[in-house]
C-alpha cells in the first residue's frame, strides 16, 4: 500500500490576554455592534512580548506531540507556516527544534500569510508520501498584533496572535476510506498582491511594516476562490458533498464561513467556528480550529475533514483529511 500522511496528533496555544471588542473601542471609532455584525469577532487574543512566534510554535508542538504519544526523536522534519517570525533567520522552526530538543532532521519556515498552515501541510504531505521524513511537525503561529498598525480600524480589530500544529506519521493507506492526508491543492495569483500586503520587512527598512487591505476586494476574491478550492478537492477524490463530515476553514470572516458551509450543505453544527473568540489567527487559523474540534471531541477518527484558506499574495488552497 501506498505511504500516506496520518494526522497523528494535533495541538494549540493562544496567549494568555484577551482584548475584547469593548476594550478596542475605548480608544478606536469603532463599536462592538459593528464588528460583531460585520466578521462576528466578538475577542481575540493578544501576545506578551515574550510570546513570540516561535514561542507559541513551540507550545502548539508540544502538545500535538503530546496528543499523538510522540517522541521529539521522531520529529524529522518541521515546517513552520508564519508571516511574523522572530527573526529574519534562523527559520523560525529552528528555534522551534531547538525548544524542543530536537537533534534530528531539518526544518523551515513557509511564507504564505493566512493560507500558510495549508501550504505547510501539502509540503509536509509530499515529504512523507515520498520518504524524505516519517515524523513531520506542521505548525502555524502567528503575532499579527506586532505588524497591526493599531489606528486603522478597517484591520486592527480583525486579527489576533496563537499557534496551532499537527503531528503527522508516516503511515499505510489507500483510498478515501483508510485514514491520511488524502489530497492538498495550493494556489497563488501574485497579480493580486497589492490587495492585501504589509509595506515593509528587514529588507525595506524604511517602510512601516504595516498591514495594509482592500477589504471588500478581498471578501470577493475569498468567496470565488475558496467556492472553487472546495469543489476542486471533492472532484479530485471522487466525492461529493455529502461524504464530508466537517468543515474547518480558515477563520478570517463569519460571512465567509458561512457561504462555504452553505456551499457544501453542511448543517452550521458542522462547522468549525473559532473567529468569535480568536478573530483571524491566519497561518494559526486552521490548525487552532482543528484542535478545538479535535480536543473537544466533536472530530472523532473516521471523520473527513475538510480545511480551506486564503490569504495575502493571494494564496490559498485546500486539504481533505480522513481523521
Ligand atoms: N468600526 C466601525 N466602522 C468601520 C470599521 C470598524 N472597525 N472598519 C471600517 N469601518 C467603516 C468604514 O470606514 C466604512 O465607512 P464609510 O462607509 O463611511 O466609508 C464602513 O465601515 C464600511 O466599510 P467596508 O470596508 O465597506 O465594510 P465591509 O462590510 O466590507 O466589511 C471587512 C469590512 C474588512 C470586515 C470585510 O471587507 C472583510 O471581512 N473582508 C475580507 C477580510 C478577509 O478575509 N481578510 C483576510 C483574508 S486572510
Redesign the pocket.
Known sequence: MPIRSILAGVGAYLPKRVVTNDELAQRL???DT??RE??GIRQRHIASPQETAAFMGTEAAKSALANAHAEPAEVEAIILATSTPDQAFPATALRVQAALGVTNGYGFDISA??AGFIYALSVADSLIRTGAARGALVIGSEVYSRILNWND??TC??FGDGAGAVFLRAGKGRGTIDRGILTTHMHAQGTLGDI?YVDGAVGQPEKSGHLV?R??E??RH?VIRLAEAVDEALAANGLTRRDVDWLVP?Q??LR?IDAMGKRLGLPSERVVVTVDRHA?T?AASVPLALAEAWTDGRIRHGDLVLMEA???GLTWGSALVRM
Request: aromatic letters at 6%; charged letters at 10%; hydrophobic letters at 45%.
Open positions: 471609532e469603532t463599536s459593528w464588528i460585520r466578521t500569510a493566512c480600524r478597517g480589530v480583525l492585501l487591505m477589504g471588500q478581498v471578501f475569498a480558515h478570517a470572516n465567509i483571524n491566519s486564503l490569504g495575502g
